[in-house]
């Protein structure tokens, strides 16, 4: 399994960005994909998760109501829809996939991992 993420930028406070998560390499039935993030001198955080087949989905609470993750099964794509971005939330993104959804949000239960994309939220 391959994951390739794109989408990272810089931008203001309040203002918007879309990441994307391009998966490849197999099939993804039963599988959570998930977006975790790691600002500097910071440990790795979960995000937001996805179930591939029921869409079911998670949330950290400091993005619950500001991100939205979703998936385009047809495309093999996960998506994370971050909206009024806050300077806490400057980091590096990464997805991550894992076979069932127990552990959603630890990242040490995650197998596949793609590269990153920067976020940087100015004041």
């Known amino acids: 399994v391959q994951l390739q993420a794109s989408g990272g930028g810089l931008v203001q406070t309040g203002d918007s960005l879309r990441l994307s998560c391009a998966a490849s390499g197999g099939t993804f039935s039963g599988y959570t994909l998930a977006w975790f993030r790691q600002a500097p001198g910071k440990e790795r955080e979960f995000v937001a998760a996805?179930?591939?087949?029921?869409?079911?989905?998670y949330y950290a609470d400091s993005v619950k109501g500001r991100f939205t993750i979703s998936r385009d099964k047809a495309k093999n794509t996960v998506v994370l829809q971050m909206n009024s971005l806050k300077p806490e939330d400057t980091a590096i993104y990464y997805c991550?996939?894992?076979?069932?959804?127990?552990?959603?949000?630890?990242?040490?239960?995650?197998?596949?991992w793609g590269q990153g994309t920067l976020v940087t939220v100015s004041s």
């Open positions: 996805i179930t591939w087949v029921g869409g079911i989905t």
């Open positions: 991550a996939a894992k076979a069932g959804n127990l552990y959603y949000n630890d990242y040490a239960a995650y197998v596949y």
